[in-house]
């Protein structure tokens, strides 16, 4: 990476911190994207490459979601062509960050998947910094509350995927307890069997030695 590109990254993300407006919004998550994908090239280690990895999955499912719902049916009526190619990269970018989903043994195929997606990723923000946001910010739209709205949009999805995962787990506590009392009873019912199967060759034996007796 060009040291004076990541320089510069960095100065722009200070300028866009506290700023509401969808642009900067927006790229602002570009940025912090481009920050991941490098933490992720610079990982000494398969635990730091995958935790990365993961939110890198995680920020672009939500960043897109909202983007296509908030920002896209805007742009959509500046540049209708632009907008379907952005939809479309949108789409690539799905199939991409799926797949690495299931590739979490953080090999060199899950390297090279992740590097794919870099690319991708880095067309689509640079199209759409050059030409698609330039052409939302000549339009009508109220940048502000459109700033907004993807925010709470964002904050929405956060909470619709945490959510599942709680769940999740509060479930799996759960049942730990419950497999507990479930196999104590087994045991319990197996120490009963014992003394009762140990009692059983006695009585053959004092059988068999009343009729020698008796003979």
């Known amino acids: 990476m060009n040291p004076f590109k990541g320089l510069m990254n960095e100065v722009e993300s200070i300028v866009l911190e506290g700023r509401t407006d969808v642009i900067s919004l927006i790229k602002a998550d ?4 481009d920050q991941l994908f490098k933490q992720y090239k610079e990982a000494q280690s398969k635990a730091e490459k995958k935790r990365v990895m993961l939110e890198i999955i995680n920020d672009l499912k939500v960043h897109a979601a909202a983007e296509e719902s908030k920002v896209y049916p805007t742009l959509d009526k500046e540049d209708h062509e632009g ?15 799926e797949e690495l989903a299931g590739m979490l043994d953080m090999d060199d195929k899950t390297d090279a998947k992740v590097k794919v997606l870099s690319e991708v990723v880095h067309h689509h923000v640079k199209e759409e910094e050059s030409k698609y946001l330039p052409e939302l910010k000549d339009s009508d739209a109220d940048l502000e ?11 929405r999805l956060q909470k619709v995927k945490t959510m599942p995962e709680k769940a999740a787990k509060k479930s799996a506590e759960k049942e730990k307890p419950a497999a507990k009392k479930a196999a104590a ?14 009692k059983e060759p006695t009585k053959l034996r004092s059988k068999t030695t009343a009729r020698k007796k008796a003979s």
Do not use: C, D, Q, Y
Not at 30 to 33: E, I, M, N, Q, S
Not at 83 to 97: A, D, Q, R, V
Not at 145 to 155: N, P, Q, Y
């Open 30 to 33: 570009h940025r912090k994207v």
């Open 83 to 97: 907008t379907n190619e952005s939809f479309e990269e949108h789409h690539l970018i799905k199939i991409l960050i």
């Open 145 to 155: 509350k459109m700033g907004a709205s993807f925010t709470a949009e964002k904050e």
């Open 185 to 198: 009873p087994r045991a319990k019912k197996t120490a009963t069997k014992s003394p009762a199967a140990k």
